[in-house]
C-alpha cells in the first residue's frame, strides 16, 4: 500500500519537477546566451512586422538592442539599480509604445507578440545577467568562508590559495612536535562544507596536517 502511494505521489510530482527543471534552466543561463536568444526572436518579429504588414518599427527592436548591450556588457560599470531602471525604463516604452501605436491595428497579432518577447526578453536578460535565479558571488563567498576560519580557528594558522583552479585551504599540523603527523584531505563543495569541517573538526589539528579541496 505505502509502495503504491510512493508511486502515486512520485507521479504527481513528475510535471512539478519538470517545469522546475525548465525553469531552472532558462534562468540559470548566462546574459550573453539570452541575450542573443531574445534578439533573435525580437528581430524576426520585428522583420514580419515590417516586411509583411509594412508597419515601421525601427524604434522598438532598436531600443531593445541597447537595453540588452548595456545589460551584458562592461561598457558602463555594472549596477544593479542601474539595470532595474533600464528594465522599468524599456517596459515602459515598450508597452506605452504598443498602447499607443498598436492598440487599434487591425493586424495586431504580431505587434503583441513583439512587445510581449521584447519585455519578457529583457526581463530573462536581466535575472541571468544578475544571477538571480541562482546568486553565486565568488568574492562574497571567499569573504563569508574567510570569517568563519577567523571565527573558528582562532589561533591555528591557515592558507587560502587555487591550485590548478580549485580553490584549497591548508592547515599546518597543530600537535606535539615528537608524534608523527597524518595527512588528511578532505573533498567537498564550496563555502558550506569548510564552515562545517571549521567549526566541528578543530581537534584534528592535532592530529596531522589538513588540505581541503572545494
Known amino acids: 500500500m505505502k509502495r503504491a502511494l510512493y508511486a502515486i505521489v512520485a507521479l504527481l510530482l513528475l510535471p512539478v519537477i519538470a517545469v522546475w527543471s525548465g525553469v ?18 525580437v528581430l524576426t518579429l520585428a522583420g514580419l512586422c515590417i516586411f509583411r504588414d509594412s508597419i515601421a518599427i525601427y524604434d522598438l527592436p532598436a531600443a531593445f538592442a541597447v537595453v540588452l548591450l548595456l545589460l551584458t556588457t562592461s561598457f558602463v560599470p555594472k549596477s544593479f539599480l542601474f539595470h532595474v531602471t533600464l528594465v522599468v525604463a524599456f517596459l515602459s516604452y515598450a508597452i506605452a509604445r504598443h498602447q499607443y501605436s498598436f492598440a487599434s491595428s487591425s493586424t495586431a497579432t504580431l505587434e503583441v507578440a513583439l512587445t510581449a518577447c521584447s519585455c519578457a526578453g529583457v526581463v530573462w536578460t536581466f535575472v541571468c545577467a544578475n544571477s538571480l535565479w541562482i ?6 563567498l571567499h569573504h563569508t568562508e574567510t570569517a568563519v576560519y577567523k571565527s573558528t580557528l582562532k589561533s591555528a594558522p591557515f592558507h587560502m590559495t587555487i591550485v590548478a583552479g580549485l580553490g584549497t585551504v591548508h592547515v599546518p599540523y597543530a600537535g606535539p612536535s615528537k608524534a608523527p603527523p ?33
Open 24 to 41: 531552472s534552466w532558462i534562468l540559470g543561463q548566462s546574459g550573453r546566451f539570452a541575450a542573443l536568444v531574445a534578439l533573435v526572436i
Open 182 to 214: 597524518s595527512n588528511v584531505v578532505l573533498i567537498h563543495g564550496f563555502a558550506g562544507g569548510n564552515a562545517l569541517w571549521a567549526a566541528v573538526r578543530l581537534s584534528q589539528l592535532r592530529h596531522g596536517y589538513i588540505l581541503i579541496l572545494r
Open 135 to 140: 546568486p553565486a558571488n565568488a568574492d562574497a
